[in-house]
């Protein structure tokens, strides 16, 4: 992409082209590419981290990793993208989704609530290492349990970024109120009485 500034881009947009850009280990280039081939692979990945080929107009071929999209607020229509270059042998940092599987013993036998405290995580690694997604079994999760930074699964070639002590998932006890829901029927159907001085 050789134009840059906000006219260019508004025009680009208007051709069903975003707006993009790379950066990396050889500096920085602007891209354009296709919306609907960029709504395709977003369908496709689902979300999950994906080492990305860009092919441009001569045949060469870039390997990448998303690394940040922006959308249009009112239409929801991708408005930029960064792309980051990958290279064999240099650790990349990514942010990486949580999946949760299993339904927690809290939940089950107890009424409570799975809350997704995180639901992406910062991964550092080789791109050869590079996950999906991180897969949280929270089957055995009871009433107050926890799931912190520091007990994500270990795998192989990926060290977690952040504080150790940060929580991932919790199960939360369920919403108590004094008054049962009949209750407090009973007083909302209780008429006002009027006293006068």
Known sequence: REGKGRGNSRR?????????VIYGQSGSQSLAVSESDFQVLM???????AIVTLENDKGGKTASLIQSTQRNPRNDRFEHIDFLELTAGHEITAHIPVHTHGTPVGVKTGGGTLEVA??????????????????LDVSKLEIGDMIHMSALPALEGVSY????????????????????????????????TKTEE
């Open 118 to 135: 995180l639901h992406e995580v910062e991964i550092k690694c080789l791109p050869k290492d590079l996950p999906e997604q991180i897969d």
């Open 12 to 20: 680009l947009r208007a051709q069903g082209i975003i707006p993009a």
């Open 161 to 192: 970024e952040g504080d150790p002590d940060t929580v991932v998932v919790m199960c939360s006890a369920p919403n108590v109120t004094d008054e049962s829901p009949e209750e407090e029927a009973e007083e909302a159907e209780e008429p006002e």
């Open 43 to 49: 369908r496709e990945i689902g979300g999950s981290a």
